[in-house]
């Protein structure tokens, strides 16, 4: 039995958003846990779709002695500040050093890091555990499929381990795949041979879906190699989260061998199969308007779902702006929802006036991002909530979710879910639990880019991604980067970036 201390500190930043992440948006998130520490980190990720929970069953089905630290997560946005960070990080390092004597570490991580200080907040808290348990602690971490994989992070940890699915149904299943790979390092007292690759291109974020072409036979060909060659421990491939500028922003490979010899072929294979996919990560996008045109024509007994994808809270959207609202609107679309508009004070003047009443609003826009405007009208209060439900779908089940103050507010034919929190909207349960029965619905607009489609996928009668104003853009060719290094394609078969 090994004494293993755990941790975990997530945030995917997007450095275009408006809104950076302090302490509070930590402790507060309205859709994970909110900073369990110690024996409160087992029960309060028990049972949870994430990769500490997922290496937490694992590691105590080997027999193992875990130290507990504290886990944390908020939701997308700017830089963490460097007081979240520092805090966070420092409570982690001082539980390590209490634990006294460990064999190993597990860090759940993200990968798409970036604080006010550091443009790999990741490699920097790996760095500050290194250096606390000394050079010859194993030190595993998993990662999010979309990890800005860099080169401390590799050097720093003994092994890393990414989620192979996107939308994330598999991060309890990434935790375990960490916890064996751990395991075995402990038994064999070696580490194995790391070899790390990079993709010459950006790969936008709607179409690194793995329930699509061409990531899905990416993924598939990974799982073979592992399943028919036990010289290759683990394999990952990191599609990168694009919205970052720095340095080492984009894809990556990553292979865990028995052999440098083993590693390099196998991160060379890998690397070939995606770069020869380059033109393959396309798809069509659609502007507001034509979307809503498009849904009004394809609508055959099932929802179209329009995905608000450069709105998306989960890539650091604000989830405040309304294009796609005046779209449906404008376009007098019938038995529609909008889900959701974070605007706590539109949220509490509904609550203040009550079910039924009619209430002249302009909600929208409080982030305060250039050229977005708040959407004015009289709406219908149809429902109120607290905005306290449990998560029912493939990633967010049993998740406690604490949206504050909600509202169901109604304009013709349409119907505007308002929140006091932001998340991204990959679960039914955050529609569902306002009352509104979604197989009625002919259109479902909602504030994602690729996570609904785990629990959307199967009611959609299609799915249309549509373009309206946010801060996740999806054509990278609009952004200004000014850190990313040079050489890289912008876009798969684009040209290359020239700062």
């Not at 064999?188 to 974020?205: C, D, G, M, V, Y």
């Not at 249309?464 to 050489?487: C, E, F, I, T």
Request: a negative charge.
């Amino acid at each position: 039995m090994a004494r293993i201390g755990i941790a975990g500190f997530q945030h995917e930043t997007n450095t275009f958003a408006p809104v950076k992440a302090d302490l509070e948006e930590f402790e507060n998130v309205a859709g994970a846990p909110q900073v369990p520490r110690g024996d409160d980190l087992f029960e309060e990720m028990n049972g949870l779709n994430t990769s500490i929970s997922g290496f937490i069953d694992e590691a105590r089905k080997q027999g193992h002695d875990m130290v507990p630290s504290l886990w944390a997560s908020a939701t997308p946005s700017a830089h963490v500040t460097d007081r979240a960070f520092d805090t966070l990080t420092g409570r982690i390092v001082e539980d390590i050093k209490a634990a006294g004597k460990l064999d190993g570490v597990y860090l759940c991580l993200h990968g798409a890091m970036v604080t006010e200080s550091y443009e790999d907040g990741e490699g920097e808290i790996l760095r500050r555990v290194r250096e606390t348990v000394g050079p010859d602690i194993p030190i595993v971490g998993s990662l999010d499929l979309h990890s800005n994989t860099t080169d401390q992070m590799v050097d720093l940890a003994s092994a890393l381990v990414a989620y192979r699915t996107y939308p994330h149904v598999d991060q309890a299943e990434t935790g375990q795949r960490a916890a064996i790979l751990l395991d075995n390092m402990l038994k064999e007292q070696t580490l194995p041979s790391k070899s790390f690759r990079r993709p010459p291109f950006l790969i936008p974020l709607v179409w690194q879906c793995s329930m699509m072409e061409p990531a899905a036979s990416i993924y598939e060909r990974m799982r073979a190699m592992e399943r028919v060659n036990p010289s290759l421990p683990s394999l990952s491939f990191t599609p990168g989260f694009p919205a970052a500028d720095i340095t080492e922003c984009g894809p990556a490979v990553l292979a865990y061998g028995t052999s440098p010899q083993v590693a390099d072929e196998a991160a060379d294979e890998l690397c070939r199969m995606v770069t020869n996919a380059e033109g393959d990560f396309a798809g069509t996008l659609f502007d507001p308007d034509a979307a809503v045109l498009e849904a009004q024509k394809l609508y055959n007994g099932k929802p179209i779902v329009l995905a608000d994808t450069q709105d998306n809270p989960g890539a650091g959207g604000p989830s405040d702006t309304v294009g796609i609202l005046e779209a449906l609107v404008r376009n007098d679309a019938q038995d529609a929802v909008f889900a959701t508009v974070y605007d706590p004070e539109a949220a509490k003047a509904a609550h203040a006036a009550g079910v039924g009443a009619t209430v002249n609003l302009a909600i929208g826009a409080t982030s305060g991002m250039p050229g977005h405007q708040p959407f004015q009208g009289e709406f219908v209060v149809e429902t109120l909530t607290d905005g306290q439900f449990t998560g029912t779908g493939p990633m967010k089940r049993g998740v406690r979710f604490r949206m504050g103050p909600t509202a169901v507010l109604r304009i013709g034919g349409v119907q505007v879910i308002v929140t006091s929190g932001k998340t991204q909207v990959n679960d039914q349960s955050i529609i569902r639990h306002t009352g509104i029965e979604l197989e009625k619905l002919k259109i479902i607009a909602l504030k994602s880019s690729v996570h609904f489609r785990a629990d959307f996928h199967k009611l959609a009668g299609d799915i249309l991604v549509v373009v309206a104003p946010g801060p996740n853009v999806a054509d990278h060719l609009q952004l200004d980067y000014q850190k990313l290094r040079s050489g890289i394609r912008l876009t798969p078969l684009g040209p290359e970036h020239m700062p």
